[in-house]
């Protein structure tokens, strides 16, 4: 911290004269960046609409309340599908996502300069693009339908597991693989008994951790086509049949929770 001298006596500051000056400079330039994204946005905006939000939602609400209970036997098999797409999707992702996650670590990849580059391409590229956005390009492929939905899933998934796989083998003991490589073994008995034993762990969190998401992300893939309780969701909408749409959030709303607990109370065992 800099100190300055005053009638004999050392005062502190935080900041020098030439650190405060960059601090308000950034300040300054973050203000009229925002103004400038917010005029843009208000220009783009038809205010109209928003202030008259309120009442819109309001009459959704009266439309929408009480939900439309008897329809709740229609909904069985939509829940179910999603259900099995995201369980489908994960188990998929996660069988994908092994030998990437392998590759891509720096202690168990064959080669740093040549493949452990196209693991991390796969990594980047599977991760970056949303599985709503898969679920359209699939739809156009191999035609709409659950199967659509399971794929989509686990092409977006198997970024996510095998980058944190992968981070947990490049974290592992290397004591214990050096004292298996020093009895003679091989590299698939090292893998085996040096490496998967200390990955395990986070090997079951991650895939619970992602089975929970996949949940959330497959109860609206059906607005698109890709099947599951979004597709009945799609229609009643395009109907305004506003108590049946308040019944299915329910459902989606009841699903999520469920699985989040699940999930919340493997990882704990597993931790």
């Keep these: 911290m800099p100190v300055r001298e005053a009638e004999g006596q050392k005062l502190w500051q935080r900041r020098t004269g030439r650190e405060s000056l960059a601090h308000w400079v950034m300040w300054l330039t973050g203000v009229a960046v925002f103004a400038y994204c917010w005029q843009q946005i208000s220009e783009a905006t038809t205010w109209f609409f928003v202030w008259d939000a309120p009442r819109i939602a309001g009459d959704i609400w009266t439309r929408a309340t009480p939900p439309k209970w008897e329809y709740i036997t229609q909904l069985g098999k939509p829940i179910w599908d999603t259900i099995n797409i995201a369980t489908l999707g994960t188990i998929i992702a996660l069988i994908l996502a092994i030998p990437v996650a392998f590759l891509a670590a720096r202690n168990t990849t064959p080669s740093?300069?040549?493949?452990?580059?196209?693991?991390?391409?796969?990594?980047?590229?599977?991760?970056?693009?949303?599985?709503?956005?898969?679920?359209?390009?699939?739809?156009?492929?191999?035609?709409?339908?659950?199967?659509?939905?399971?794929?989509a899933i686990a092409i977006r998934?198997?970024?996510?597991?095998?980058?944190?796989?992968?981070?947990?083998?490049?974290?592992?003991?290397?004591?214990?693989?050096?004292?298996?490589?020093?009895?003679?073994?091989?590299?698939?008995?090292?893998?085996?008994?040096?490496?998967?034993?200390?990955?395990?762990?986070?090997f079951a969190g991650i895939a619970v951790f992602r089975w929970d998401i996949n949940i959330r992300e497959s109860t609206v893939l059906g607005l698109v086509g890709a099947g599951g309780i979004g597709l009945q969701l799609s229609a009643s909408l395009n109907v305004l049949a506003w108590p049946q749409v308040a019944l299915i959030l329910i459902v989606i709303l009841a699903a999520v929770v469920i699985s989040e607990w699940v999930s919340a109370k493997v990882r704990g065992a597993i931790i």
Aim: aromatic share 8%; charged share 10%; with cysteine.
């Design 157 to 202: 998934s198997i970024g996510f597991c095998a980058k944190l796989l992968y981070e947990a083998i490049e974290e592992i003991d290397e004591t214990q693989v050096e004292a298996i490589t020093a009895t003679g073994a091989s590299r698939w008995q090292v893998m085996a008994y040096g490496i998967v034993p200390q990955i395990l762990p986070a």
């Design 112 to 151: 740093v300069l040549f493949v452990r580059p196209i693991a991390l391409l796969i990594i980047v590229s599977t991760r970056s693009i949303n599985s709503l956005i898969w679920a359209l390009l699939l739809i156009a492929i191999i035609g709409p339908g659950v199967f659509a939905g399971v794929v």
